[in-house]
């Protein structure tokens, strides 16, 4: 096969992956909201019907915690569409004295993208199933 054939059917297989839609929507969605290479990972996990989403960004602009929350708020108007999510979880990276930190982590179930609808973004902390927040962001 030439190389070509050979790539897109390396295209296709990778199309069948579990997870492969999900992952593709999920970082087209974080490059519509964010500034381009944001992206660190992006991982899903299947389980049974669903999928367990995390999300790992890069931030550079200066750090508060309501600049994040405002930023996940956005990904999460687009992320709830996506039934296949069971789990979304975000965490959030920066470089603190040169390391590269988590330095905010929101886990939300199924229930909790539904909610996000419904409420603001300064509400996010009070949803989610778990909530890692760096002492830099103070």
Do not use: C
Request: charged fraction near 25%; aromatic fraction near 6%; avoid cysteine.
């Amino acid at each position: 096969p030439s190389e070509e054939q050979q790539q897109k059917s390396e295209e296709m297989a990778m199309q069948k992956t579990p997870g492969y839609e999900t992952m593709t929507a999920v970082a087209q969605i974080a490059n519509t909201h964010l500034l381009e290479n944001a992206i660190l990972n992006i991982q899903v996990t299947p389980k049974d019907e669903k999928e367990d989403v995390l999300l790992q960004l890069q931030t550079t602009e200066f750090l508060t915690e309501d600049t994040l929350l405002k930023n996940t708020y956005n990904l999460l108007q687009d992320i709830r569409q996506i039934e296949t999510i069971d789990t979304f979880t975000v965490a959030w990276f920066a470089l603190i004295a040169s390391e590269n930190t988590e330095v905010l982590t929101l886990t939300f179930d199924r229930q909790a993208l539904q909610q996000v609808a419904t409420i603001s973004y300064k509400e996010l902390p009070s949803i989610v199933t778990d909530y890692k927040k760096h002492e830099s962001l103070n």
